[in-house]
């Protein structure tokens, strides 16, 4: 067993060559990819997003099962759970842990998210997960709508 991150209510470990499969089918949910800017993904290419540099692939347990994704990007965060698993703390659960992980096992002085100011739900996620509002933003590059940079204050 590689290393793990843990929460109170969850569990999170380095997504390898097993989680692939799962990876696909979870995009491939409409419920996942709306909030994922309509992306979806072949095998091959999650092959190649699971070995990005710059970018670390983790999933979300509870009590051993595989219940969402969160990657580490330089800046932050990007996380969703599985539909069934939404709605009861778990998602804030493992974003503050990962958070707490990077800030002082890994040294980073600074985590954000950046949510769409439309998804409500998740900003009140982050906010529980102890990210706050820093700024709002237009719709850019990387945003294919008005954004909120957030960042953590424990
Ligand atoms: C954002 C997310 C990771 C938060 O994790 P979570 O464990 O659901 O967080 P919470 O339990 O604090 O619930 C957050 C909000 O999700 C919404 N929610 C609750 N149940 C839900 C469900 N079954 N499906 C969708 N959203 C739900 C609610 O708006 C809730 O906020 P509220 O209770 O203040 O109304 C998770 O809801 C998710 O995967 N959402 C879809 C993907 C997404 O938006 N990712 C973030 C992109 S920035």
Known sequence: ????????????????????????????????????????????????????????????????????????????????LVPFARGGGLGPDAARAMTEHLIHERGRDRVTVDPYAWNEGAVRAWERAGFVEVSRHEADAEHTAPWILMEYRG
């Open 1 to 80: 067993m590689g290393i793990q991150v843990r929460g109170r209510l969850t569990t999170l470990r380095p997504a390898d060559a097993g989680d692939v499969e799962r990876l696909v089918a979870w995009h491939a949910d409409p419920e996942v990819s709306r909030y994922w800017d309509d992306e979806t993904f072949t095998i091959a290419e999650m092959e190649e997003r699971l070995a990005r540099g710059d970018v670390e692939a983790w999933i979300v347990e509870e009590h051993g099962e595989p219940i969402g994704y969160l990657q580490v990007h330089p800046d932050g965060l990007d996380m969703f």
